[in-house]
């Protein structure tokens, strides 16, 4: 039974903050049986001269972003493993619902068009806003990585010439002064939601359709923080103009070992939750046999070392897992939250 939204009102960010750790735990879970229960792989449903055009990989969010980063570094890998070409399209637009949208209701089933997506971002455009869709029209193929909210600064500006504690308490003794980028009803507002109610901090939230769009209104002076991705603003923290302030997971962020973690300042945060788990998906109608064969290809490809190299070149995480855990991180990431919005208490007016 689909868990499309059954409530129009947003959840309370405090309850939604603990649920989303069930989505980040099955990521952390190895399970060793088997997808298939031993049937056909169904292979022979593969058309041998497939695939005979460019597959497309669709972001929902604009370029520059991480998860376009994210599907360049696997379209680029892909390639130079099969001799096959994948296209990026930024299907972007309402904070992605545009492009979460399309691959529910347009993309056809034949293997051309495939999602790149967060599997938490998408959650919240399902059950969250107004969208066309449910949980049922996407099909997981495979799991990419997790990758932590790093907020960020300009170094040149008053915020970075302070410490994240010190950001805090300014937030604090002048509420609503300081604007932090965000992307509306994602793990960017809620986690920006959980530091506020946590620090006593009040922000003034502004809304932007990706992360790469927040970074660039903090470069021109438009807001004073924001929420991004390590690939968003690697190349202005090597330049030295931004400077990031606070990881939101609670290790430390390797290329970023010295920036303290949530858990470092005393904001009590979940392992690997607010973030983006990304995947690879495809429409739900696609046949089995296919399924299972971009999946296994796509495992092929994120294990090898091309993958890992070109991962780390960009910027970008990877910690593949494949059809069966990505299966299972997308179910429990819409039941659980599903759920919750019909538990009493679990709304906000």
């Not at 805090?168 to 109610?197: C, H, W, Y």
Request: charged share 25%; glycine share 12%; hydrophobic share 40%.
């Amino acid at each position: 039974m689909s868990v499309k939204r059954r409530s129009r009102r947003l959840l309370h960010w405090g309850v939604l903050g603990a649920l989303i750790l069930l989505i980040a735990s099955c990521a952390t879970t190895t399970s060793g049986s088997s997808e298939d229960g031993g049937s056909a792989d169904g292979s022979e449903t593969v058309p041998e001269s497939y695939p005979e055009r460019p597959v497309e990989l669709t972001v929902v969010y604009p370029a520059g972003g991480g998860m376009d980063v994210t599907a360049r570094a696997l379209g680029s890998v892909a390639e130079k493993e099969s001799g096959d070409e994948f296209r990026v399209i930024n299907r972007d637009g309402a904070g992605g619902l545009v492009g979460h949208t399309y691959l529910a209701k347009q993309a056809g089933p034949d293997g051309y068009e495939l999602g790149v997506v967060a599997v938490d971002f998408l959650v919240f455009d399902t059950l969250l806003r107004d969208s066309e869709f449910s949980d049922e029209d996407f099909a997981p193929l495979a799991y990419i990585a997790f990758d932590p909210i790093i907020q960020v600064v300009r170094a040149d500006s008053e915020l970075g010439d302070l410490s994240y504690e010190e950001i805090l308490a300014r937030g604090k003794q002048n509420p609503g002064d300081i604007r932090v980028g965000i992307m509306r009803d994602t793990t960017f507002d809620v986690f920006t939601s959980v530091v506020e109610g946590q620090s006593g901090a009040e922000f003034t939230k502004v809304p932007f359709d990706g992360g790469q769009p927040g970074v660039t209104a903090l470069l021109g002076g438009q807001i004073d923080m924001t929420n991004a991705f390590y690939a968003e603003v690697e190349p202005y923290l090597k330049s030295g103009e931004l400077k990031a302030v606070a990881i939101s997971d609670t290790e430390p962020y390797p290329a970023l070992p010295d920036v303290p973690t949530a858990t470092d300042v005393g904001i009590d945060v979940p392992e690997k939750t607010f973030g983006a788990g990304r995947m690879i998906v495809a429409p739900n109608e696609m046949e089995e046999g296919l399924q299972k064969h971009l999946a296994d290809m796509f495992m092929e490809t994120m294990e090898g070392p091309v993958a890992a190299a070109e991962f780390a070149d960009v910027g970008a995480p990877l910690d593949p897992r494949g059809r069966e855990e990505a299966v299972e991180i997308y179910e429990t990431a819409f039941k659980e939250l599903g759920d919750a919005i019909e538990q009493p208490g679990g709304e906000s007016g």
